[in-house]
């Protein structure tokens, strides 16, 4: 199993950007999606997640602004990222919890990162 982001940039404060996420492999299903960033300096935090029901959660610092979607007949999810600000700035990471075909329990998966810019 593998996952892809792409979609990172730069971009000027108040800009958007949208970040994808595509599933590959033996997948048998998908429970949730979620993105997650890492700035420099300082630990990986959530973005927001999205589950298979169509559950979302987001950090209190982007709700509102980012939105989350999925499209999971396509193993993919979104970010949507709107009204971004310096403080955006960070690699942004995919992560899917998802079950195999053959295996019991669904394991979680991280992509590469996908490096966001906001600056003047």
């Known amino acids: 199993v593998q996952l892809q982001a792409s979609g990172g940039g730069s971009v000027q404060p108040g800009g958007s950007l949208r970040l994808s996420c595509v599933a590959s492999?033996?997948?048998?299903?998908?429970?949730?999606m979620g993105w997650y960033r890492q700035a420099p300096g300082q630990q990986r935090e959530l973005v927001a997640t999205?589950?298979?029901?169509?559950?979302?959660n987001y950090a209190d610092s982007v709700r509102g602004r980012f939105t989350i979607s999925r499209d999971f007949a396509k193993k993919t999810s979104y970010l949507q990222l709107n009204s971004l600000k310096p403080s955006d700035t960070a690699v942004y990471y995919c992560?899917?919890?998802?079950?195999?075909?053959?295996?019991?329990?669904?394991?979680?998966?991280w992509g590469q990162g996908t490096l966001v810019t906001v600056s003047s």
């Open positions: 492999g033996s997948i048998f299903s998908i429970n949730r």
């Open positions: 999205i589950t298979s029901g169509g559950t979302t």
């Open positions: 992560n899917a919890g998802l079950t195999s075909v053959g295996s019991v329990y669904p394991v979680n998966y």
